[in-house]
């Protein structure tokens, strides 16, 4: 149940986003970058929602248990609303930034600002991770292991790709992804390791 809880989560907040997006187009008179900003992001999490519909009942079942524990429940409240803030703040950000904020020190502080709701995620990772058993402890830093050093190999190799000019990267572009991968591979390799120990 609480997968299919977490799940309409990004549902409301892909639906919001694009409502947002759709005011901005037809009643407020938003820029086109502003109103793309918001249907990338409600698509996005669309995009989320519609992965949890093709996970194995095994492991929806093995989140739904896990989830159920005082430290999931935990883990889950701050998690929300940290993706909501992430979403406001990385919006706010680049639309700031793109207004021609003058001041060097403050251009940095608003385009560091979605980091903040970023770092709430991760506190509450750790405080989830320390709260766990033993076996679930092991299968989250085994899979927060194996991400990293995929995200660190990918990242390497990128990084000479661009090197030997194969191939041509924004550098910021590829920084910015490095989060997002991290996350997703971590998810892979989670699910990997749980059906591994069960």
């Known amino acids: 149940m609480t997968m299919r809880r977490f799940m309409w989560i990004f549902v409301a907040i892909g639906l919001g986003s694009l409502a947002l997006a759709g005011a901005g187009r037809f009643l407020l008179a ?3 970058r502003m109103v793309g900003m918001w249907t990338g992001i409600g698509a996005g999490y669309l995009l ?12 929806k ?3 739904d248990e896990m989830y159920a524990q005082p430290a999931g429940r935990r883990y889950l409240r701050a998690l929300w609303p940290a993706l909501v803030a992430y979403s406001l703040a990385l919006v706010a950000s ?3 930034i793109r207004l021609g904020i003058e001041s060097l020190p403050l251009r940095g502080l608003v385009a560091v600002l979605p980091v903040l709701p970023i ?3 991760m506190h509450a990772a750790l405080r989830y991770l320390r709260e766990i058993d033993e076996l679930q402890r092991r299968i989250e830093t085994e899979a927060i292991g194996a991400a990293s050093l995929l995200v660190a190999l990918v990242y390497f190799a990128g990084g000479m790709l661009e090197k030997a000019e194969v191939v041509r990267m924004d550098a910021g572009v590829a920084m910015i992804w490095v989060f997002p991968m991290l996350c997703g591979l971590y998810g892979i ?10």
């Open 48 to 59: 989320g929602a519609s992965l949890f519909l093709l996970m194995p009942r095994w492991w």
């Open 30 to 32: 938003w820029p086109d």
């Open 119 to 121: 770092a709430w995620m």
């Open 189 to 198: 390799a989670k699910m990997v390791l749980t059906r591994r120990y069960q």
């Open 94 to 96: 680049i639309w700031w």
């Open 61 to 63: 079942s093995h989140c």
